[in-house]
């Protein structure tokens, strides 16, 4: 009994291996491109600590998935050369050159996340749900999910759009034909609903691509990557009395720095 309890207990932890094939026994809290952060699964009330990725072999999460990270060795960082501009003596009106090195930063790799359509990059690679939970924690994620129904619910407004309208230029072209009265109740009221599609996209779409830009800007603002300037229609609480509804449609303008 006390090696089932064991093993039940080894299963319910976060497992982070390391290179050196040394284990810590852990509750894994973030997972970024370059560090990890867990808290010690035998003081989870304790200080959180942070592992660079490039110490780590893998982690075995509780749920029996896998992260596996690069085994190779990480490469040596270059000691840029510095530049030495070319100069030329003149000896007996002969003229020498002298050997020119010229000088090439090395390209500064970062994480920074952007919104493409319904979903999240990072650097330029499209990422997955779950990676998207990783990176941006569980409240953020909520908003995430939320903003990517929000998109859907858009486009399945704007498809109706379409639609509607192709049923509108049909009815009206049948009354103008024909002089039927019902084809011409019906062009109206597709007309209506053709207006109630458009505005419906417009807001849902526009509300779920605000939500998903303001996930992607609280991630860059916690690496420290924080500039951002976007535009995006909101519902917001109207305080003014002469309204008798108290939320209004409007567009928000959000600037981080």
């Given at each position: 009994?006390?090696?089932?309890?064991?093993?039940?207990?080894?299963?319910?932890?976060?497992?982070?291996?390391?290179?050196?094939?040394?284990?810590?026994?852990?509750?894994?809290?973030?997972?970024?491109?370059?560090?990890?952060?867990?808290?010690?699964?035998?003081?989870?009330?304790?200080?959180t600590y942070t592992i660079s990725v490039?110490?780590?072999?893998?982690?075995?999460?509780?749920?029996?998935?896998?992260?596996?990270?690069?085994?190779?060795?990480?490469?040596?960082?270059?000691?840029?050369?510095?530049?030495?501009?070319?100069?030329?003596?003149?000896?007996?009106?002969?003229?020498?050159?002298?050997?020119?090195?010229?000088?090439?930063?090395?390209?500064?790799?970062?994480?920074?996340?952007?919104?493409?359509?319904?979903?999240?990059?990072?650097?330029?690679?499209?990422?997955?749900?779950?990676?998207?939970?990783?990176?941006?924690?569980?409240?953020?994620?909520?908003?995430?999910?939320?903003?990517?129904?929000?998109?859907?619910?858009?486009?399945?407004?704007?498809?109706?759009?379409?639609?509607?309208?192709?049923?509108?230029?049909?009815?009206?072209?049948?009354?103008?034909?024909?002089?039927?009265?019902?084809?011409?109740?019906?062009?109206?009221?597709?007309?209506?609903?053709?207006?109630?599609?458009?505005?419906?996209?417009?807001?849902?779409?526009?509300?779920?691509?605000?939500?998903?830009?303001?996930?992607?800007?609280?991630?860059?603002?916690?690496?420290?990557?924080?500039?951002?300037?976007?535009?995006?229609?909101?519902?917001?609480?109207?305080?003014?009395?002469?309204?008798?509804?108290?939320?209004?449609?409007?567009?928000?303008?959000?600037?981080?720095?």
């Amino acid at each position: 009994m006390m090696l089932i309890l064991t093993a039940t207990a080894a299963f319910a932890q976060d497992v982070i291996v390391k290179k050196d094939n040394s284990t810590v026994l852990s509750k894994v809290l973030e997972v970024s491109s370059t560090e990890i952060k867990y808290k010690k699964w035998s003081n989870q009330d304790g200080p959180t600590y942070t592992i660079s990725v490039n110490e780590v072999l893998s982690i075995n999460y509780q749920n029996g998935e896998i992260d596996k990270f690069d085994t190779t060795p990480a490469p040596q960082q270059q000691t840029p050369q510095q530049y030495t501009p070319q100069t030329t003596t003149t000896t007996n009106n002969n003229i020498v050159s002298m050997p020119t090195t010229s000088y090439k930063p090395e390209p500064i790799y970062g994480g920074y996340m952007r919104r493409s359509g319904s979903t999240l990059t990072l650097d330029g690679r499209t990422l997955s749900d779950n990676e998207v939970r990783k990176l941006v924690g569980e409240e953020n994620y909520k908003t995430y999910t939320e903003a990517k129904s929000q998109i859907a619910a858009g486009d399945a407004w704007s498809a109706m759009f379409w639609i509607s309208l192709i049923g509108f230029g049909l009815c009206e072209a049948g009354y103008s034909s024909t002089g039927n009265s019902t084809l011409a109740y019906s062009a109206i009221g597709l007309f209506v609903f053709n207006d109630i599609c458009l505005v419906c996209s417009l807001v849902f779409d526009g509300i779920g691509r605000g939500r998903m830009n303001w996930v992607a800007d609280e991630y860059n603002r916690q690496h420290g990557r924080n500039y951002s300037l976007n535009f995006a229609p909101s519902i917001m609480e109207c305080k003014t009395p002469q309204l008798q509804n108290n939320y209004g449609f409007g567009l928000t303008m959000s600037l981080n720095f």
